[in-house]
């Protein structure tokens, strides 16, 4: 399975319009996690974040939000963003404009947000543009570091070493809190919370 760990800056600036990572002098590091909330994978996530008083934000797809709320929010009770990750976790290269933006917009009648990422990152300008304007005011977020916890070519510790040698201050991370990344997931979120926290860091929500 081919993916970049790290994003390029040459993709940053091809995706302008797009956050990638968020400039900070501070320890600061972003924790997101994607295709939520999930009865196991979410819970998990909030009973080790809380541990460190760490800040994420969760991009939820809206069926998963009408299936789970009950986890939802208590995602927004314990004081972590939420964000919009398409109602059906659809692909934006591969959908058609009409029915990818109706999907985001039936998303974001269930998730208040002004949050965007598109799954698997894959988004069109054209749909970008719809998506900043005045029916969906969203804001794009993608990431910095992809941690890599749904390649199950790789190793727990592999994936661990994936988070902990690309993050750096303002750094946007991806995890899932999803089935397919659970078992990766457990083994190193709680290591790389530890592995920053014991480095001064602090994890902060994505608020803009």
Known sequence: MFYLVKTPWLLKIFYPE???????????????????????????????????????TFFCIGKNVEEHFDIYKKIID??????????????????????????????????????????YGRITKFQLKQLQGNKYLLKPIMWSVLSGDFDKEISEENCFLNVVRNSKQGSVIVFHDNEKSFEKLRYVLPQALKYFADKGYRFERISL
């Open 18 to 56: 797009c956050i990638w990572d968020i400039k900070t002098d501070e320890k600061v590091l972003y924790l997101t996690f994607d295709d939520g909330p999930h009865p196991v994978a979410t819970p998990f996530v909030l009973e080790e974040l809380k541990k460190y008083n760490a800040k994420a």
């Open 78 to 119: 314990e004081r972590h963003a939420v964000g919009n990750h398409t109602y059906d976790h659809l692909n934006g290269w591969k959908t058609k404009d009409e029915k990818y933006l109706d999907n985001i917009f039936k998303a974001k009648k269930i998730i208040d947000s002004n949050l965007f990422r598109p799954p």
